[in-house]
């Protein structure tokens, strides 16, 4: 098991004993957003994302 595994089951764990937790996290993660999971998922999410954060970057660029 990876580190990530290890943090999800730990997760899972503690929304099993607290079920608010979970509702918490959401509202944190709303709050300040999730940029890791952007980074989750397969190949192709990945470049997905690489190229939208590029596109975005270059948009930015040439407006300016």
């Known amino acids: 098991m990876n580190?990530?595994?290890k943090l999800e089951q730990q997760k899972l764990e503690d929304y099993k004993k607290n079920p608010t937790i979970n509702m918490a996290d959401s509202i944190?993660?709303?709050v300040s957003g999730d940029?890791?999971?952007l980074t989750r998922g397969s190949f192709l999410t990945r470049i997905l994302t690489?190229?939208?954060v590029i596109g975005g970057l270059l948009v930015f660029?040439?407006?300016k």
Request: hydrophobic share 45%.
């Open 3 to 5: 580190h990530r595994d």
């Open 28 to 30: 944190n993660r709303s």
């Open 35 to 37: 940029l890791e999971a």
């Open 50 to 52: 690489t190229l939208v």
């Open 61 to 63: 660029l040439l407006l």
